[in-house]
């Protein structure tokens, strides 16, 4: 039925389904998800439309025959070799089972995980083909953060004032996510309020701050972005996320230092403008905005000092130690694993245990202060407990599991991704530039993610990824102006 199908009815098909999976996107745990991995908190509710959108792209692919791989996946695929090999090898070595787990049980699972987000990858990569399927697909984009930003104020409405049942919003949450509403901060439609925040930082304000920076605008109404951008950085706050916080800081200051330092100037002579020359005027009105943005900035504050999980970052005492600095920011049991990630690291230096194999290492390395903290690792070590722990850091992780040659061809890739954000800015279109401004914001934060997150399936990773490599694709044979 599909080979039936035009090229025009396949496009429209594949825009649709693609607009559903961006629209889809803040759903992490979908309740009515099939379980294909065993009990899993990443459950992406853009699944369903991606699996649905995967048989269309590939009819449509096998009709033009005209795919060529980007450059910038050759590490990825590399990675991937290496990988498979890092497996095989784990099966040499023999792990004993851990709760009633086994290492090819677990292998499989990693893999499956892997599969996922490659396929979140690929699909973004294959479809990101044009500058009118970008602006076609940014509205959806769009729809999913604006529902995200609605949904969330509720939840905060709920939890900070006697104004909504809290009960009630959780059993509302529960009917689409294995999660209810979390005490004190707002996760949204995700599982939790860090993955909202990667949401936020790698997905959403990435095009809106390009869209803010390179005056880019999708529609005919000039509040969008800013309103949006608002609302997405007030949700950030809302969920009080180190990471996201922090990832969204250093985002915006290597996107301004590096292509937005005309616009820095810009502001910089327009607001010290009338203060050096007394036939400008507006002092008045310059005075007035330092005014709120002081305030905006004490309020910030003072919001985040409220929640001691946030304030801890400076309220603890560095004096006494970095181990005690670490826990005392509830910080020890992440420190621990990496630790232990580390250790198996040393003895197997070259690919590693295998994929999802260090899980089975883990407790024979972890160092001695760890065995006492309260929070986590103390309970993992009661009988009872059927927890499978893992590292908790995608480049500990990496090195563990695939050895110092998996995490190089992994790291290239990363550093590929630069390359091609470059290519498109270089390109001086200016919707690639866009696109290229989005890329460069959202690449700081996927990396420092990798220091606290370990999974291989994040969909808003491997979407954000594919969208730029995938636009970057269709300029690398084209010599920009710049270089002529």
């Known amino acids: 039925m599909l080979s039936r199908l035009s090229n025009q009815q396949l496009e429209k098909w594949m825009q649709t389904l693609w607009g559903l999976v961006l629209l889809t996107m803040p759903v992490t745990s979908f309740r009515w998800l099939p379980d294909v991995m065993g009990t899993t908190h990443v459950r992406p509710m853009a699944f369903l439309p991606l699996a649905l959108l995967v048989p269309v792209l590939g009819v449509y692919l096998l009709k033009n025959r005209n795919f060529r791989f980007p450059r910038a996946t050759a590490p990825l695929i590399g990675f991937l070799l290496v990988a498979m090999i890092s497996t095989l090898i784990g099966l040499y070595y023999a792990p004993l089972d851990l709760r009633g787990q086994t290492y090819w049980e ?15 990858f690929w699909v ?11 602006r076609r697909s940014l509205p959806w984009l769009y729809a999913g953060l604006a529902a995200t930003i609605v949904w969330g104020i509720v939840q905060a409405i709920a939890i900070h004032t006697p104004l909504l049942d809290v009960k009630a919003i959780s059993n509302i949450q529960l009917l689409f996510s294995i999660r209810g509403v979390i005490d004190n901060r707002v996760s949204a439609f995700a599982y939790e309020p860090s993955w909202l925040a990667d949401q936020i930082t790698v997905l959403y304000f990435p095009w ?3 869209a803010l920076v390179t005056r880019m605008r999708i529609t005919k109404y000039q509040w969008l972005e800013p309103a949006l951008t608002l609302g997405a950085v ?4 809302l969920s009080y996320s180190r990471s996201g916080v922090i990832g969204l800081l250093v985002s915006v200051a290597v996107a301004l230092l590096t292509v937005g330092r005309g616009l820095l100037v810009s502001i910089w002579s327009w607001f010290w403008g009338p203060f050096v020359s007394s036939e400008i005027p507006g002092r008045w009105n310059r005075t007035l905005i330092l005014g709120l943005v002081v305030a905006a900035l004490g309020v910030t504050f003072w919001w985040l000092n409220r929640y001691n999980y946030f304030a801890s970052l400076w309220r603890a005492d560095l004096s006494n130690g970095l181990v005690n600095y670490v826990r005392a920011i509830s910080a020890g049991p992440r420190v621990a694993y990496i630790e232990a990630g580390m250790q198996i690291f040393n003895l197997h230096p070259w690919f590693g245990v295998g994929l999802g194999g260090s899980s089975f290492y883990l407790f024979d390395y972890l160092p001695h202060w760890a065995l006492t903290d ?9 009988p009872d407990s059927n927890i499978i722990p893992n590292v908790r850091n995608l480049i500990s992780r990496l090195l563990s599991e695939t050895g110092i040659i998996g995490f190089m061809t992994y790291s290239v890739f990363n550093i590929s991704i630069l390359a091609s954000i470059r290519k498109m800015f270089l390109s001086r279109k200016k919707l ?21 997150l370990s999974t291989l399936t994040a969909p808003v990773f491997w979407v954000s990824l594919g969208m730029v490599v995938g636009y970057a694709h269709h300029v690398l044979d084209q010599k920009s102006p710049a270089e002529e």
């Open 106 to 120: 677990w292998a499989i699972r990693a893999w499956l995980s892997l599969a996922i987000g490659m396929g979140f």
């Open 124 to 134: 973004a990569v294959l479809l990101s083909r044009s500058e009118e399927f970008l």
């Open 208 to 210: 809106l701050f390009a």
């Open 234 to 237: 007030g949700l950030l706050l």
């Open 374 to 382: 309260p929070y986590e690792i103390a309970l993992q070590f009661s």
């Open 432 to 452: 690639m530039v866009y696109a290229s401004v989005a890329g460069l914001t959202a690449w700081p934060a996927i990396i420092l993610r990798q220091f606290t």
